[in-house]
């Protein structure tokens, strides 16, 4: 597998709290995602980064930012957590432009209360 | 917006029976990507297919895209436990890197 790991890996929090996920690789790969899975919806983009401190929303985006100072991470906030953002994260990388596969970290498991 | 629906959504089917799924985009794609999830894990590449009516083969899998790019298939032959998990297709629509991914068929092996 891939170096990717995603820090929590299990949270509980209360609605309006600030949460904050890391994302981790050690592949040097440009680009990173973050993806949220629910039952029906599959794997839904929240947003992306093409590089350091360059991101961009994905088709979820609302009430989620992102920010990426080093290469090596990725950070998703929810600045204040609502009951609908109960879900599974996934980080997930690749290397180079263009359509190339994605190596996904373990996930992370977010509950808000 | 783009949408990736994929059918079916669930499959339960004896150990060495065939399996398929579909997956069918509102757009043309550039390109479709598959993957597969084990319970409890997270997705794992398994192919990329990028030319019209292209079919690529791993092992007992293949792979087909739509002469259209806007179809896609994944066919199981002779299904083993080891199958188990959910099986996704995402599509890109240019050459960028934003996919969308389909709402996954969950296949069950019966031993």
């Known amino acids: 597998d891939a170096g990717i790991t995603q820090s929590p890996r299990h949270k509980v929090t209360e609605t309006g709290t600030p949460v904050t996920l890391r994302c981790h690789q050690t592949e040097n790969h440009r680009y990173m995602y973050w993806y949220r899975q629910d039952p029906g919806h599959g794997l839904r983009l929240i947003h992306y980064s093409y590089g350091v401190k360059d991101t961009d929303k994905g088709e979820v985006s609302d009430g989620y930012s992102v920010s990426r100072s080093k290469t090596e991470d990725f950070l998703l906030t929810l600045e204040s957590a609502t009951s609908s953002q109960t879900s599974v994260y996934f980080c997930a990388i690749s290397g180079t432009s263009g359509p190339v596969e994605q190596f996904f970290g373990p996930g992370t498991r977010l509950t808000v209360l | 917006g783009q949408q990736v629906m994929q059918i079916p959504q669930y499959q339960h089917v004896q150990e060495g029976e065939d399996f398929t799924t579909y997956c069918n985009s509102s757009?043309?794609?550039?390109?479709i990507q598959w993957y597969k999830q084990r319970p409890g894990g997270h997705p794992v590449f398994l192919i990329q297919l990028v030319k019209s009516g292209e079919v690529k083969k791993q092992k007992r899998l293949t792979f087909q895209f739509g002469e259209a790019k806007k179809n896609s298939s994944l066919h199981i032959t002779a299904t083993q436990t080891t199958d188990v998990g959910t099986y996704f297709c995402a599509g890109s629509e240019n050459t960028g890197n934003q996919f969308y991914f389909g709402t996954g068929t969950s296949l069950t092996v019966i031993p």
């Open positions: 757009t043309t794609l550039s390109n």
